[in-house]
């Protein structure tokens, strides 16, 4: 079964870290592309990092340039999102999704949220001021 499983999020003030997991189960995480989205209450859900299919490169949303790293141990199929300086307009539901290496998943096309079919369940980020 290919199953994602997120976890580290939680409550935290303004200008703090978190650092979220994501580990993969049921397939080998080099074939995929992978990434971090986010839904906001009342708002879609969109792209905030991702590891594209071509290269290996990491893409970020303009909102999170600077303060989020992306980063992957193949070696332990998990996936990394470290987050630094939160904003209060960080709060969300991250989740972590993954989608088969192709050209749908080319450089920062891997930041669109609805061209990866394989989802985690979500956690949830708080971000006080």
């Known amino acids: 079964e290919v199953q994602l499983v997120e976890s580290g999020g939680g409550l935290v003030q303004a200008g703090g870290s978190l650092r979220l997991s994501c580990t993969a189960s049921?397939?080998?995480?080099?074939?995929?592309?992978i990434g971090w989205y986010r839904q906001a209450p009342g708002k879609e859900r969109e792209g905030v990092s991702c590891?594209?299919?071509?290269?290996?490169?990491?893409y970020y949303a303009d909102s999170v340039k600077g303060r989020f790293t992306i980063s992957s141990d193949n070696a332990k199929n998990t996936v990394y999102l470290q987050m630094n300086s939160l904003k209060p307009e960080d709060t969300a539901v991250y989740y972590c999704?993954?989608?088969?290496?192709?050209?749908?998943?080319?450089?920062?096309?891997?930041?669109?949220?609805?061209?990866?079919?394989?989802w985690g369940q979500g956690t949830l980020v708080t971000v006080s001021s």
């Open positions: 590891i594209s299919s071509s290269g290996g490169t990491s």
């Open positions: 999704a993954a989608e088969l290496r192709g050209a749908a998943t080319y450089g920062s096309a891997c930041l669109i949220q609805k061209r990866l079919g394989v």
């Open positions: 049921g397939f080998t995480f080099d074939d995929y592309a």
